[in-house]
């Protein structure tokens, strides 16, 4: 009786998948002779449950069309995952500038991929879609997850990446006309950096975020940071905007470092104290005013390095988290008493 307990707790997908007998394969794609050579030819096989796993290299080549008519280096199908072998810093999607980098179908998942030069900028006469999502469209329910999203364009809505869930993934150096690194997103743990919009949204538009750090964003219009959207826990400071709205324009903020003030509950406005902003290390140097300063959020125990939270980050014996993507480590704290210290047990010491 246990076990068909435990099967009509199944959700619905599953449930046909098993009942169904399909079995998930994981499909190899190497350029240096796999079964595979390109994504996209992994893809056209793929079906719900199966895993596309990447070994290292730039895949610059192969295309799919997509449901809008614009081509992408791959599409994933719904239910599919698409991830690398061996990380995001040895795993490049290219879209050379010519094709747009990844579509992502309903409950479909990237992890630990570089998508970069990815272009959506279909003619003003063609839908929307097909002038938004450079580097990634996903759709909502998609999840992104230890990426590198970085060099991608957009006509419209967001250079980075267009929809989704997205996790523990940087955004740098994208362009869009709204939202250079993201719109219609949810961020967590995940830092969006030198992106930049010729309209509303530097950083992102219509995203929300829980423990971002937007730092280094242009708008030409206005809001450098974030266009609308909720952000929390998060760190957006040191943006560019026009028109008095630098770091945001029609957000709304909770346990965050911005500047102007942001209304809301435990806000700050303080210099956050980042560790090399010029090098975009925006990690966090002791004391900064973002450590232990953020709300407790059940969802999020990690940061964007994997590293646990909450870390007693000022060792005053109380464990919080900090506002924005990293967790501090602070060099004698040990936060769960085993008698190892925190940036020993975490890997920052030896
Ligand atoms: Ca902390
Ligand atoms: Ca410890």
Known sequence: MMIHTALFRLSAPVFV????????????????????RTPAAAAAEASAGDVIELAPGVYGSGAQTAEDGIRSRVRIPAGVTLRSREGA??????????????????????IGITVRNGTASAGPEAPVTARSGGGVYAAEDARILDCVIVSNAAGMYGGGIYGGGIERTILRDNHARRGGGAAYAELINSVLYANRAEHFGG????????HCTVAGNIAEFGAGGVFEGTWENSIVMYNRGAHGSRNSLWAAFVYSCSDPLPRGKGNIDEAPGFLDPAQRDYRLIYPSPCIDRGAFRDRVMEDCNGTPRPLDGNNDGVADHDMGAYEYLHPSADTDNDGVRDRVEWGAEQ
Do not use: F, K, N
């Not at 810093?89 to 990237?110: F, K, N, P, Q, Y």
């Not at 950083?203 to 829980?210: I, L, N």
């Open 203 to 210: 950083g992102a538009y219509r995203c929300d975020g829980v």
């Open 89 to 110: 810093e040895v795993t490049v999607i290219d879209g050379a500038r010519e094709v747009r980098g990844v579509r992502m179908m309903s409950g479909s998942r990237l």
């Open 17 to 36: 998948l098993l009942a169904a007998g399909a079995a998930a394969r994981t499909l190899h794609v190497d350029p240096a002779g796999g079964a595979y």
